[in-house]
């Protein structure tokens, strides 16, 4: 198993989000042929997660995962002598091809892990979702470890920061702009309220970090002549610990002349680790807190977050051969735990 021929296999089928079939195809050719049982776990039209065990231990206590689906726009595969690079090469189509790679070596050792590769982390979890389903059914694994997979420089994080999305909405009354008082602006209410989130304290902790805040998305109005009626803003923050007290903080900053809702959470997470490796902290969030059934969750990966989603995505080819060191390494040790 070469990881640079699949890793480069991987990234020239374009699986943005939604589009993922291809590289889901592929991906259960390439595992049934290696002699896995490999399943395609159905998710939403034609998308679906591809789930492989060995034949000698259906049920595995160790499976290693990772996301098939990449952010926009598709970018072919190319290489030089240290680096593969193209969309996905980190995040994280480098990351299934170490994977499958350890699992094979580990195969020949003796010991049998499964290999999850799921649809949609990038946008909505949504594959996670449903493979979360499975391991809750009847048919489902009875894994006891889940070694996701995300660009981490192959150190093993501590701990993975959440997410909580918020959106702030004003409402304002339309009028012709010459005549300001007739109107009410949506857009004067919406500023003032961002000002004071902006400004509002957030917690840190020694150990993880800050929590951040990011205005992602700014919208509203319907032409510079017309007093508008209607502003929004998305708004991300990066979670060091429970939601309930800055969820009240926000509500409070943010004032009564918006709206504020919460669509989305993802919890702050600290990862089960293991023994002798270089550890960081996850500023990111990943498909974990999706996979609750899969067992105790570490994440380690080879890649950059850094280089994630830019024009310039790459991996080290040298970080790449690591990871499949490691990801046997951690086996091996998590085999020592079952015991």
Not at 43 to 69: G, L
Not at 151 to 169: C, D, Q
Not at 216 to 222: P, T
Not at 281 to 306: C, M, Q, R, V, Y
């Amino acid at each position: 198993m070469d990881a640079v021929t699949l890793t480069r296999q991987l990234v020239d089928i374009e699986s943005i989000t939604g589009n993922e079939s291809a590289v889901g195809n592929y991906l259960y050719g390439e595992l049934c042929r290696l002699g896995y049982q490999t399943r395609k776990m159905p998710v939403e039209a034609d998308r679906f997660n591809v789930y492989a065990t060995s034949p000698d231990n259906p049920q595995p206590p160790i499976v290693f995962s990772t996301h098939m689906d990449t952010v926009p726009p598709f970018i072919p595969s190319s290489e030089n002598e240290g680096r593969v690079y193209g969309r996905g090469s980190c995040d994280a189509k480098g990351i299934i091809a170490a994977q499958v790679a350890a699992a094979e070596r580990l195969r020949r050792q003796g010991i049998h892990v499964g290999l999850l590769f799921v649809v949609g982390e990038e946008r909505d979890s949504l594959g996670a979702q449903v493979a979360n389903q499975y391991a809750a059914s009847s048919q489902g694994p009875r894994s006891r470890f889940l070694v996701n997979g995300e660009p981490t420089e192959n150190h093993i994080a501590l701990a993975s920061k959440g997410t909580l999305r918020v959106e702030v909405t004003a409402k304002g009354r339309m009028a012709h702009s010459a005549y300001p008082e007739l109107g009410e602006s949506a857009i004067d209410k919406l500023i003032p309220a961002l000002a004071r989130l902006r400004a509002m304290p957030l917690p840190t902790d020694p150990q993880v970090g800050p929590c951040t805040l990011n205005i992602g998305l700014i919208e509203g109005g319907r032409a510079p002549n017309v007093i508008p009626d209607y502003a929004h803003a998305d708004l991300l923050y990066r979670l060091i610990g429970p939601s309930d007290n800055l969820r009240r903080q926000i509500l409070a900053a943010a004032g009564d002349q918006v709206e504020v809702t919460f669509p989305l959470e993802l919890p702050f997470l600290r990862l089960q680790t293991v023994d002798g490796l270089h550890t960081m902290i996850a500023a990111f969030t990943t498909d974990i807190p999706k996979l609750t059934n899969w067992g105790e969750p570490l994440l380690i990966g080879p890649g950059s977050i850094h280089v994630a989603h830019t024009e310039g995505e790459y991996i080290e080819k040298r970080q790449l051969h690591e990871a499949i060191d490691l990801y046997c390494k951690i086996a091996q040790q998590l085999s020592m735990q079952l015991v």
